[in-house]
């Protein structure tokens, strides 16, 4: 045989060889396949409901003894087809927050003033970015533990990145900081009203009781997101072809690559006012999110309103302002459909009545365990209900009152059920792409879900461990 022929079979071997490896779906595939297999479901599972009832807050909860079957609904082609288009309508909220935030930081990135933040930044931690990651990590848990509002990490993403790229790391790490720093502080929940209050008060247990237990999960968990994100940024820093994302990197390391070195950077006069405004708005958004009950619209409201009276004042005209704001509505297009892609999956559950009857059934199984294994069971539960309830008050809502009174019954403290709710709810909330801003964050990272997942389920495997673990210890305890 030539050896031509020879060379001709060994590259079809090898494309063969190729042609085996598996390749993730694009995540509109993978969103759709749920999508559809929801709706399957709706044909086989009964359709069941809870009556609805005044909650804490002015808000509906479920009577958790009311659950009763009701005539099935299956989704029909109908429901299937206009699901996505409703998702859309019905995550408007959500969907108009990333596009004002896309905006809003293109803008401020035209005005100059976060470029030399980073700059100085990047001088500062030049040799000691593991450090910065770590800070970093722990500021965003300590706010999200205090307000909640994990959604602020879409905010955070685009402000650190260019700091991140520039001192060798890569996207995955500046997504590991915001979110797994947001999700760990919101998990735990220390003075979190979103999940902690909601569900205590629901739970009829004094509300942020129970804080050193908290104190110490929201430790642990930053711990372990911090040791496993630097683990990675060390390997990618010493080989940058060894980063999971670093194709799509590629033109992010050129754009930021001189942010180190050469003179360093000054603001200007109208620079430095321009900056002075931006915290003046982030303290009001502070003071709107803790005393006013602000959510996405009055944050897209100010967030508009912070673009343009900031680019006004650092000099852009009207014209660059706009273009700006066009330019970052481009810029998270795909994460602004995403969230809406994730909503159709709620939408069709709910067309066919059957997200009671899981939420029911997953009850009873807790139910159904030994004493040893309740806690844990019901953050196995809480965890999977988070798939297609991906909100934390709307989870609170519709699952504390069927585990808070099933906790009396099977021997273990309401609190130890509100901290399975807390944990099976905020750990996963960074896991299932049916989460809206999740996958809107990863956009906005620019970093593909299936190599999130391969960055981020060891964290989440810890994390799993040290729910599992805090809760055995509270029932042991009797925490309460």
């Given at each position: 045989?030539?050896?031509?022929?020879?060379?001709?079979?060994?590259?079809?071997?090898?494309?063969?060889?190729?042609?085996?490896?598996?390749?993730?779906?694009?995540?509109?595939?993978?969103?759709?396949?749920?999508?559809?297999?929801?709706?399957?479901?709706?044909?086989?599972?009964?359709?069941?409901?809870?009556?609805?009832?005044?909650?804490?807050?002015?808000?509906?909860?479920?009577?958790?003894?009311?659950?009763?079957?009701?005539?099935?609904?299956?989704?029909?082609?109908?429901?299937?087809?206009?699901?996505?288009?409703?998702?859309?309508?019905?995550?408007?909220?959500?969907?108009?927050?990333?596009?004002?935030i896309g905006g809003m930081f293109t803008v401020l990135k035209r005005t100059g003033i976060i470029e030399?933040?980073?700059?100085?930044?990047?001088?500062?931690?030049?040799?000691?970015?593991?450090?910065?990651?770590?800070?970093?990590?722990?500021?965003?848990?300590?706010?999200?533990?205090?307000?909640?509002?994990?959604?602020?990490?879409?905010?955070?993403?685009?402000?650190?990145?260019?700091?991140?790229?520039?001192?060798?790391?890569?996207?995955?790490?500046?997504?590991?900081?915001?979110?797994?720093?947001?999700a760990a502080g919101f998990s735990a929940g220390v003075?979190?009203?979103?999940?902690?209050?909601?569900?205590?008060?629901?739970?009829?247990?004094?509300?942020?009781?129970?804080?050193?237990?908290?104190?110490?999960?929201?430790?642990?968990?930053?711990?372990?997101?911090?040791?496993?994100?630097?683990?990675?940024?060390?390997?990618?820093?010493?080989?940058?072809?060894?980063?999971?994302?670093?194709?799509?990197?590629?033109?992010?390391?050129?754009?930021?690559?001189?942010?180190?070195?050469?003179?360093?950077?000054?603001?200007?006069?109208?620079?430095?006012?321009?900056?002075?405004?931006?915290?003046?708005?982030?303290?009001?958004?502070?003071?709107?999110?803790?005393?006013?009950?602000?959510?996405?619209?009055?944050?897209?409201?100010?967030?508009?309103?912070?673009?343009?009276?900031?680019?006004?004042?650092?000099?852009?005209?009207?014209?660059?302002?706009?273009?700006?704001?066009?330019?970052?509505?481009?810029?998270?297009?795909?994460?602004?459909?995403?969230?809406?892609?994730?909503?159709?999956?709620?939408?069709?559950?709910?067309?066919?009545?059957?997200?009671?009857?899981?939420?029911?059934?997953?009850?009873?199984?807790?139910?159904?365990?030994?004493?040893?294994?309740?806690?844990?069971?019901?953050?196995?539960?809480?965890?999977?209900?988070?798939?297609?309830?991906?909100?934390?008050?709307?989870?609170?809502?519709?699952?504390?009152?069927?585990?808070?009174?099933?906790?009396?019954?099977?021997?273990?403290?309401?609190?130890?059920?509100?901290?399975?709710?807390?944990?099976?709810?905020?750990?996963?909330?960074?896991?299932?792409?049916?989460?809206?801003?999740?996958?809107?964050?990863?956009?906005?990272?620019?970093?593909?879900?299936?190599?999130?997942?391969?960055?981020?389920?060891?964290?989440?495997?810890?994390?799993?461990?040290?729910?599992?673990?805090?809760?055995?210890?509270?029932?042991?305890?009797?925490?309460?």
């Amino acid at each position: 045989m030539s050896d031509h022929k020879i060379d001709s079979i060994a590259s079809v071997d090898k494309k063969a060889g190729q042609k085996k490896k598996f390749e993730m779906p694009h995540i509109y595939v993978i969103l759709f396949v749920f999508s559809a297999i929801s709706a399957i479901l709706t044909h086989f599972i009964p359709s069941g409901q809870y009556d609805r009832i005044p909650g804490p807050d002015g808000r509906t909860a479920i009577d958790a003894t009311s659950f009763h079957l009701i005539e099935q609904t299956p989704v029909g082609i109908v429901e299937f087809i206009t699901a996505i288009p409703r998702g859309l309508i019905d995550a408007g909220e959500i969907i108009f927050f990333i596009f004002i935030i896309g905006g809003m930081f293109t803008v401020l990135k035209r005005t100059g003033i976060i470029e030399v933040a980073v700059d100085k930044l990047a001088r500062k931690f030049a040799n000691n970015g593991l450090l910065l990651i770590a800070v970093l990590t722990t500021v965003f848990a300590f706010i999200a533990t205090l307000i909640g509002a994990v959604e602020l990490s879409l905010v955070y993403i685009p402000v650190i990145m260019p700091l991140i790229i520039a001192l060798g790391y890569d996207s995955v790490v500046a997504a590991s900081i915001a979110l797994c720093g947001t999700a760990a502080g919101f998990s735990a929940g220390v003075l979190n009203p979103i999940n902690t209050g909601l569900a205590q008060k629901i739970a009829g247990i004094p509300v942020f009781s129970g804080m050193g237990m908290r104190s110490v999960v929201l430790l642990l968990a930053i711990t372990a997101a911090i040791l496993l994100t630097v683990k990675y940024a060390r390997k990618i820093k010493k080989d940058p072809s060894k980063s999971y994302v670093y194709e799509e990197d590629s033109k992010k390391r050129i754009e930021f690559k001189d942010i180190i070195g050469g003179t360093a950077l000054t603001m200007t006069l109208r620079q430095k006012l321009a900056a002075f405004t931006v915290f003046v708005v982030f303290a009001v958004l502070v003071y709107g999110v803790l005393q006013q009950g602000w959510f996405m619209i009055e944050m897209s409201g100010l967030f508009i309103i912070m673009g343009i009276v900031v680019g006004l004042i650092a000099g852009l005209k009207p014209v660059e302002i706009c273009d700006g704001f066009n330019q970052g509505f481009k810029d998270v297009l795909m994460g602004a459909f995403i969230a809406g892609l994730a909503r159709s999956i709620a939408v069709i559950f709910e067309d066919g009545h059957i997200m009671d009857t899981i939420a029911h059934s997953l009850g009873t199984l807790v139910g159904d365990l030994p004493a040893e294994l309740s806690a844990v069971g019901m953050y196995f539960v809480q965890s999977a209900i988070n798939l297609i309830i991906p909100s934390g008050s709307g989870q609170a809502l519709v699952t504390m009152p069927i585990m808070a009174p099933l906790s009396d019954i099977i021997g273990i403290t309401r609190q130890t059920a509100v901290l399975a709710y807390q944990l099976g709810d905020g750990f996963s909330h960074i896991l299932y792409p049916t989460s809206g801003y999740f996958m809107a964050a990863l956009v906005i990272a620019g970093v593909p879900y299936q190599k999130w997942l391969r960055f981020f389920l060891p964290i989440f495997s810890v994390w799993a461990m040290i729910a599992i673990g805090a809760l055995i210890v509270a029932q042991l305890i009797g925490w309460s």
